[in-house]
Each structure stands twice: as structure tokens, then as C-alpha cells.
């Protein structure tokens, strides 16, 4: 495991620092994190999927999470009849294995595929999540690490697909496309994205011009 450690710490609502000009200032708005941790933790995945289940779905089905870190957006044909493929972009942390250095992104893409199994009421989500390489080292791509927060925000979007392509719900769309401005989307340090180190990018499947 990378070594990690809280990179943010902040009350309820927006929190500037003091030492910080006005004109930096309103540059610097810092979500509402309680801890963000450059660690790639997969049982806050999991946890978090769990708590939320019953609440989001509201059905008698059993859901089971998985992480499969091989996972791509690309379905065989007969794949694409039964699984579904949702990619999503977030904000996460990273640090390096090697020189320990640490970084934010918006643009850390995760990938999930789900389906619901009709004949035994059972669904899947397979969930993988794509790295980045230290701009200094570019040894290796290091798995992200995300806020409570922020997984909570993916993981809605995610209940949001699976209530209209598995359950048939309607407006879901439309809820989503409301929800686009909310806090959870505003972004720290809005620095190009480096398709060079990006494992999404190099894959392929990066949603940079989202």
C-alpha cells in the first residue's frame, strides 16, 4: 500500500485560507472534505456502496460490489446485451511510491459495469478505478484516493443508472443534468490535464472534454 496521509482537513462549508491575497482567494475555494487521503482505499467503496443500497434502489434484489482492475469501457456482443458500462469523472488524491510527492486531480476517471441477473434477482457492479504517474518519476500509475464525499457523489450518479437501465425509472436523466452545478462538482486546481500520465488517457477512455 502507498503511503498516505490527510491532505485536507475543513469544516462544513467553504474554507479559505487566511494567508492567501483576495485575488487568490476566490481562486481557492476548498470543497467540503472532512479527510482526503492520498490512499486507494477500496473498502470506503464498498462501505459506502452498502450503506447506501437500500435507501437508493429500494429493492428486494441482493447487489454485490466488486473491483476489477482490468476492467475497460469495451464489451464483446454478447456482453453488451446484459452488462451496462458507466464512466465517471471525480476529484482524488495521489501520491507517489517512489519520491512520496502528492497531487490532486479533477480528472481521476473510475469505470463501473453493472447488470441485474433477472433469474435470480441478484445484481453486479464491477468498479475499477485508473491511475496517474508522478509528473517527476513516471514510473508507475498510482491509484487515487477519494473523500467520503466524493465517493458518495459517484456512487449516486451510479444508483441513478442502474434505477433506468435495470429497473426501467424514469427521469433520471433529467435529475442528473439538475445536479451538474451542485458543491460536489466544483473542483480544486484547474491545471491541464496531462494526458501523458493519465492511464485513462493512454487507454483511451478519459472524459477530459466533459
Given at each position: 500500500?502507498?503511503?498516505?496521509?490527510?491532505?485536507?482537513?475543513?469544516?462544513?462549508?467553504?474554507?479559505?485560507?487566511?494567508?492567501?491575497?483576495?485575488?487568490?482567494?476566490?481562486?481557492?475555494?476548498?470543497?467540503?472534505?472532512?479527510?482526503?487521503?492520498?490512499?486507494?482505499?477500496?473498502?470506503?467503496?464498498?462501505?459506502?456502496?452498502?450503506?447506501?443500497?437500500?435507501?437508493?434502489?429500494?429493492?428486494?434484489?441482493?447487489?454485490?460490489?466488486?473491483?476489477?482492475?482490468?476492467?475497460?469501457?469495451?464489451?464483446?456482443?454478447?456482453?453488451?446485451?446484459?452488462?451496462?458500462?458507466?464512466?465517471?469523472?471525480?476529484?482524488?488524491?495521489?501520491?507517489?511510491?517512489?519520491?512520496?510527492?502528492?497531487?490532486?486531480?479533477?480528472?481521476?476517471?473510475?469505470?463501473?459495469?453493472?447488470?441485474?441477473?433477472?433469474?435470480?434477482?441478484?445484481?453486479?457492479?464491477?468498479?475499477?478505478?485508473?491511475?496517474?504517474?508522478?509528473?517527476?518519476?513516471?514510473?508507475?500509475?498510482?491509484?487515487?484516493?477519494?473523500?467520503?464525499?466524493?465517493?458518495?457523489?459517484?456512487?449516486?450518479?451510479?444508483?441513478?443508472?442502474?434505477?433506468?437501465?435495470?429497473?426501467?425509472?424514469?427521469?433520471?436523466?433529467?435529475?442528473?443534468?439538475?445536479?451538474?452545478?451542485?458543491e460536489g462538482s466544483e473542483k480544486v486546481w484547474k491545471r491541464?490535464?496531462?494526458?501523458?500520465?493519465?492511464e485513462a488517457c493512454r487507454l483511451g477512455i478519459c472524459r477530459?472534454?466533459?
Amino acid at each position: 500500500m502507498l503511503r498516505g496521509r490527510p491532505l485536507l482537513m475543513c469544516a462544513e462549508g467553504p474554507w479559505f485560507a487566511p494567508e492567501i491575497g483576495a485575488r487568490r482567494r476566490t481562486k481557492v475555494i476548498l470543497l467540503r472534505l472532512c479527510v482526503c487521503c492520498a490512499d486507494w482505499m477500496p473498502t470506503l467503496w464498498s462501505e459506502c456502496f452498502e450503506e447506501m443500497l437500500d435507501d437508493e434502489l429500494g429493492s428486494s434484489d441482493q447487489w454485490a460490489f466488486h473491483f476489477n482492475y482490468g476492467l475497460t469501457e469495451t464489451l464483446t456482443e454478447e456482453r453488451r446485451r446484459r452488462w451496462r458500462v458507466y464512466s465517471h469523472c471525480a476529484y482524488g488524491q495521489f501520491q507517489c511510491g517512489e519520491c512520496s510527492k502528492t497531487w490532486p486531480s479533477a480528472r481521476v476517471v473510475v469505470v463501473f459495469r453493472y447488470r441485474l441477473w433477472d433469474e435470480t434477482g441478484r445484481g453486479t457492479v464491477l468498479m475499477r478505478p485508473f491511475g496517474q504517474a508522478c509528473r517527476r518519476c513516471r514510473e508507475v500509475f498510482e491509484l487515487p484516493g477519494f473523500s467520503k464525499n466524493e465517493v458518495e457523489e459517484a456512487l449516486l450518479r451510479l444508483f441513478g443508472k442502474i434505477r433506468k437501465n435495470c429497473y426501467g425509472e424514469e427521469g433520471v436523466e433529467e435529475e442528473e443534468e439538475e445536479e451538474e452545478g451542485s458543491e460536489g462538482s466544483e473542483k480544486v486546481w484547474k491545471r491541464p490535464h496531462e494526458k501523458a500520465l493519465c492511464e485513462a488517457c493512454r487507454l483511451g477512455i478519459c472524459r477530459q472534454e466533459e
